[in-house]
């Protein structure tokens, strides 16, 4: 049982579906006016979220100003009259003021969503059944944890970072000197990883390409992947250097610096705890979170463990990796968490979402133990309408419109049911569900499949290239893992940092995670901007057509089955447009060559006494000699080093004029504004 237990850990993050009571439905309000979502059997019982009509936001408004963002209270006499009923004792925005970004929160929305607490012997189902009678609430959405799929208890194949050493058993040379390279068959696959000497079936180039992607670019620092998972050890030795760091903040300082509305963050956040504090020494964490950042981001070339798809390299630094906690040992955030977590990531730079977890997909197997989750995008976003809110927040609003890329990439994992269905929120259509392929370009037996997936990358498969039927296969003499067709990354086990494997579309997501990254990094180095639509698109188009390899049957054996048992067949046929293409970082980049539009110049916004620096070259332009404000009293600029630099002096608007060498004149619009300019929010 210890050993089956073990290959369960090899799944990816996942919730667990909505568990819901026998003959529920969805709640519906006497005037038909309000969507209220099906309360779950799990529901947080004393919470429920409201999102409230547009109608109430100066009401509501002023009783968070007045209560200094504290209250037990709407102000809204219809509301409050269901509260005191309730005993309600906590009545809270759910999304914190972030002074730089609340005109575009009240734009989507966000602003008008609550978390209200009450007597935990209320009946929830009667509380929202008041809440629904109230014309002031658009929508009800009860509360919930999310939860793992997997043994929290892994014993993977664990490699201190002191028993790595160099290895040059391949047919070419690696471009980078990280010593473990040469077990990540995932990148670079010709038939000499480990892999190729215990399993016969390895095909030469089922791998992400990042061969001749590294040639040309290797990462950058300035694009940021917010990881959602465990915390990512950002002390890692072959992590930190990658680790995205919010400057001016500092950890136990007791401040919010940066005015996010989040004291503390230095390093991302624990939304588990609601704390700056993120752990990876809880019990029954598994280093999961700081496998997946590995994958994209592992410091390239520093002479230790392995690479990062891309963590830099040949004189370029990586992406940055942004850590934001949804589990955190035996504990996971709530729904409310995890939105915030969404939202957070867009507000503070990130412009992918990597996810390796989501609900159980529809045609999961029951007999097998899985919960079915939602079965259509319309029952998704009906159960859970705040993620889907928050999920719509970051793909539109993350990035810049003079950036790199207008609004951001969310990245799922598609599940581990053997289902023929993605997960959600993978199977939105505004997100990027990805499946897992072994080293032949098979898909993983556990894998999820369906049309809803988008694109396909190496994840592993152990009940494939083991012995079907003959489970001790897979473990050594000491009953851990062996490292056949599994994917190395960085790890920490009991807060030592080193290396290990696991396999999963767990595994597969931050391939796709890591070529996004890479591919941004090369799109911001040339110049090129995207919208977010564009640069999934071009990802699919140069992404490679693996269906011809979906022939006859392959053999695996079920991790829920009984050593000796009988192997399970796969008619790879019904596999075939069902999932998505290979992922294929070197195709992508020669994509971008000549896609999107030249990057230009953008508005700029600063706080009075606020000094702002931009790299000129960044948006093409080149021998800049002066720069000046139409109206000095409100800002001034500078040139220096092909740097510009403005400072606000008072609140308005005024123009920006930078002149260069060659006679061209480039113009934008520069805005001075303080917090939220007597707009009524905190």
Same mark, same amino acid.
């Given at each position: 049982?210890?050993?089956i +237990? ?6 990816a993050?996942?919730?667990?579906g909505?568990c ?8 519906s ?5 309000h ?8 529901a ?23 209560s200094?963002g ?10 409050d009259?269901v ?37 935990e ?7 929202i ?14 509360n919930?944890?999310?939860y ?28 980078f ?10 990148y ?7 892999i ?18 590294w ?30 760091i ?43 979170g700081?496998?997946v950042?590995? /994958?994209?981001? +592992? ?8 690479a ?13 990796i ?20 969404i ?58 419109p ?6 951001g ?11 023929a ?22 898909? +993983?037996?556990y894998?999820?499949y ?7 990358a ?22 851990v ?48 901007h ?11 188009a ?24 009988t ?5 790879l ?8 293409r ?18 230009r ?5 600063l ?12 948006y ?9 404000t ?9 040139i220096?080093?092909g ?20 006679? /061209? ?9 303080v ?8």
């Amino acid at each position: 049982m210890k050993r089956i +237990a073990f290959v369960v850990a090899f799944l990816a993050l996942v919730t667990l579906g909505a568990c819901v009571r026998e003959g529920a439905e969805s709640l519906s309000p006497n005037d038909g006016g309000h969507h209220v979502s099906i309360i779950t059997e799990d529901a947080i019982q004393g919470e429920v979220i409201i999102k409230f009509d547009s109608a109430m936001e100066a009401i509501l408004d002023e009783t968070m100003t007045r209560s200094g963002g504290e209250a037990t209270r709407s102000g809204i006499p219809s509301t409050d009259e269901v509260l005191d009923i309730l005993g309600a004792y906590s009545f809270e925005r759910l999304f914190p003021v972030d002074i730089r970004h609340e005109e575009r929160t009240r734009q989507a929305g966000l602003h008008l969503w609550y978390i209200v607490r009450f007597d935990e012997s209320e009946d929830i189902a009667t509380a929202i059944e008041h809440l629904s009678q109230l014309g002031e609430v658009d929508r009800l959405q009860c509360n919930r944890n999310i939860y793992r799929a997997y043994n929290p208890d892994p014993n993977p194949r664990f490699i201190s970072c002191a028993e790595s050493e160099s290895h040059t058993t391949r047919s070419v040379a690696w471009p980078f000197n990280d010593p473990e390279i040469y077990r990540q068959w995932c990148y670079i696959n010709d038939g000499t990883a480990p892999i190729a000497q215990e399993w016969a079936g390895v095909v030469s180039g089922a791998d992400a390409g990042c061969a001749g992607a590294w040639e040309v670019c290797t990462g950058d620092e300035d694009i940021i992947v917010a990881v959602m998972d465990e915390a990512v050890m950002w002390s890692h030795p072959d992590l930190a250097d990658n680790i995205w760091i919010n400057e001016g903040e500092e950890l136990h300082a007791g401040q919010d610096a940066d005015g996010n509305g989040y004291e503390d963050d230095k390093y991302g956040y624990n939304f588990v705890r609601n704390s700056a504090v993120t752990s990876w020494t809880s019990n029954g964490s598994t280093g999961h979170g700081t496998h997946v950042a590995g /994958t994209i981001a +592992a410091v390239n070339d520093n002479g230790i463990g392995c690479a990062g798809i891309a963590g830099g390299g040949k004189g370029h630094k990586g992406v940055k990796i942004m850590s934001l906690q949804l589990f955190d040992g035996m504990n996971s955030a709530s729904l409310a968490m995890e939105a915030r977590a969404i939202k957070y990531a867009a507000d503070n730079g990130a412009v992918i979402l990597q996810c390796s977890w989501g609900y159980n997909s529809a045609k999961a197997n029951l007999i097998m133990g899985y919960t079915p989750g939602p079965a259509t995008e319309e029952e998704w976003a009906a159960t859970y309408p705040l993620e889907k809110e928050a999920l719509d927040y970051f793909i539109n609003c993350a990035g810049s419109p003079n950036g790199v890329i207008d609004g951001g990439l969310a990245i799922f994992a598609s599940g581990n049911e053997y289902a023929a269905q993605s997960s959600f929120p993978a199977a939105y259509s505004g997100c990027i569900s990805v499946a897992s392929i072994a080293a032949d370009f098979t898909p +993983a037996s556990y894998s999820n499949y369906g049309s809803e997936v988008l694109l396909s990358a190496p994840g592993g498969d152990l009940e494939y290239y083991g012995t079907p039927g003959q489970e001790d296969e897979l473990y050594d003499e000491n009953g851990v893992l062996k490292e056949q067709g599994a994917i190395f990354s960085t790890l920490v086990v009991n807060g030592v940092a080193g290396y290990g494997y696991y396999e999963g579309t767990s595994m597969a997501c931050p391939h796709v995670s890591g070529v996004a990254a890479l591919g941004l990094a090369y799109a911001k180095q040339q110049h090129r901007h995207f919208t977010s639509a564009e640069f999934r698109e071009l990802m699919y188009a140069s992404a490679e057509d693996i269906d011809d390899y979906f022939v006859g049957e392959k053999l695996f054996y079920m991790r829920h089955n009984s050593a000796g048992a009988t192997p399970l067949k796969m008619n790879l046929t019904e596999y075939r447009g069902k999932m998505g293409r290979l992922v294929d970082a070197t195709a992508l980049l020669k994509a971008i060559d000549g896609s999107g539009r030249d990057m230009r110049l953008p508005n700029l916004y600063l706080a009075p006494d606020e000094e702002l620096r931009l790299v000129l070259e960044e948006y093409n332009i080149v021998s800049a000699t002066t720069a000046t404000t139409a109206n000095s009293s409100i800002a001034e600029a500078r040139i220096e080093g092909g740097l510009l630099y403005v400072v606000g002096h008072s609140k308005g608007q005024t123009s920006l004029s930078i002149r260069c060498s060659d006679g /061209t004149e480039h113009r934008t619009t520069l805005t001075v504004r303080v917090g939220a300019e007597d707009n009524g929010w905190l």
